[in-house]
């Protein structure tokens, strides 16, 4: 289980260590620069400074988590991605701060649109549907195996590999994580929604609107997953990394097609972005803007429905105790 766990350590790493490459040529640490700055020599440093805090977070994680007694396993196993994703934190505001300086502001060559009807979905949207079928396949197959299903059986599990908590074979003890499932699904559904028909029309969306489709769908699988193991009795090592066999490829295929040529990027004033992260833009009627410090798309926090949307997540989650079992 150590090993499993250095792999989502590794792997996690290796995201924040891609971080660079994932946006626009012309963005750097959220900063907007001339798309040749990356191979200058500032650029350049900036991006290897970057990369070698999140390595030494990384191999602290690494070697840490080996060397864990056992009574500190489960504190360890916390720690360490904490650790990677701070260090990953403090490295990207670091080089944002030092490459502020060299910021450019977008120009805004976008044609203006000759029609205000709603530009329709794409056809793969239909996939969205598809988590609510695999949490439904799972609720069934448990039901038509349930005597099969142990009359108490665990449902959480240590770093160490070993259950510390444990469901009754009831309806809320059995599926109570697939309705829980079905929740977040359905939130991403409406995120995908308001991301499409909110945020300015370009090519990006499309790939957007894919990427929060394929978390859906991992989402369910992984809950599909943890519902069934009383009855297969899966290794808790399959639960943990069969997620990443979608996530990987996923930002692979995502990453290949937001850097394609493509539309201009989104023209937003420099001095709207906290810290090239936060973008609170009154005058901004649009409710998602093309991230700065990634790929993918971030909220106007100067819209109202931008609250609405994340107050609707925190009930959401705050339902979870009250689903699961």
């Not at 609107?209 to 193991?229: E, P, R, S, T």
């Amino acid at each position: 289980m150590r090993l499993v766990l250095s792999a989502v350590c590794v792997f996690i790493g290796a995201l924040l260590f891609a971080l660079p490459n994932m946006t626009r040529r012309e963005l750097l640490f959220a900063v907007p620069v001339p798309p040749d700055f990356r191979e200058s020599g500032a650029g350049r440093h900036a991006i290897r400074m970057f990369r070698m805090v999140v390595l030494t977070a990384v191999l602290a994680g690494v070697c840490a988590l080996p060397l864990s007694p056992a009574s500190l396993l489960d504190v360890t196993a916390a720690a360490a991605p904490l650790a990677i994703f701070l260090a990953g934190g403090i490295g990207f505001v670091w080089q944002n701060r030092q490459l502020a300086p060299a910021a450019v502001q977008f120009a805004s060559p976008r044609e203006a649109e000759l029609t205000a009807a709603p530009e329709k979905l794409p056809r793969f949207a239909w996939f969205a549907a598809s988590p609510f079928a695999i949490l439904a396949a799972a609720a069934v197959w448990l039901f038509l195996n349930w005597d099969r299903i142990p009359p108490r059986f665990p449902v959480h599990w240590g770093a160490g590999g070993q259950p510390n908590r444990w469901a009754d074979r009831t309806i809320r003890g059995v599926c109570g994580l697939l309705f829980f499932g079905a929740e977040l699904c359905a939130w991403l559904s409406i995120m995908a929604l308001a991301s499409w028909f909110g945020a300015r029309r370009s090519r990006s969306r499309s790939v957007m609107l894919g990427g929060v489709i394929a978390v859906g769908n991992l989402l369910a699988v992984l809950f599909a997953l943890i519902a069934v193991q009383p009855v297969l009795g899966m290794p808790v090592w399959v639960i943990v990394l069969a997620p990443m066999a979608i996530l990987i490829p996923t930002i692979v295929l995502m990453v290949n097609k937001l850097n394609e040529p493509s539309d201009p990027p989104d023209p937003t004033p420099n001095e709207r972005w906290k810290g090239g992260i936060i973008y609170y833009n009154p005058d901004d009627a649009v409710l998602f803007v093309e991230k700065r410090d990634g790929f993918g798309y971030t909220l106007n926090f100067a819209n109202p429905v931008s609250w609405v949307l994340l107050l609707s997540l925190a009930l959401v989650i705050a339902s979870a105790p009250f689903v699961i079992a």
